[in-house]
């Protein structure tokens, strides 16, 4: 499974990005899907994630802000972004994998990944 990452750009704190993570074969719907980010200088770190059976987990920084979604039809994960903070400014990664809701926040866990996509939001 081949994954691309899109939707990032600049935006202004308080604004809203939707993220999209595109699967290059239906298989992808057996599969769970996640988003990771990276800031300059710090480790990769878990955002949100949903199981194939639709469960969910969020990093306790965006619950509420953050909303994981998918769309099976169109092989595609969605991460909507509201209320943006300056310290949500990352790279943004995509993965996939047979995940379960106690390993949806270890990179580990996911088979295949996308390039990233860069998410800037300013002050």
């Known amino acids: 499974v081949q994954l691309q990452a899109s939707g990032g750009g600049l935006v202004q704190a308080g604004g809203s990005l939707r993220l999209s993570c595109t699967a290059s074969?239906?298989?992808?719907?057996?599969?769970?899907g996640g988003w990771f980010r990276q800031a300059n200088g710090k480790e990769r770190e878990f955002v949100a994630a949903?199981?194939?059976?639709?469960?969910?987990g969020y990093a306790d920084s965006v619950k509420g802000r953050f909303t994981i979604s998918r769309d099976n039809a169109k092989n595609t994960v969605y991460l909507q972004m509201n209320s943006l903070k300056p310290e949500d400014s990352a790279v943004y990664y995509c993965?996939?994998?047979?995940?379960?809701?106690?390993?949806?926040?270890?990179?580990?866990?996911?088979?295949?990944w996308g390039q990233g996509t860069q998410v800037t939001v300013s002050s």
């Open positions: 993965g996939a994998g047979r995940i379960i809701s106690s390993s949806v926040r270890s990179e580990a866990s996911y088979a295949y």
């Open positions: 074969d239906r298989t992808f719907s057996q599969h769970g």
């Open positions: 949903l199981t194939r059976g639709g469960s969910t």
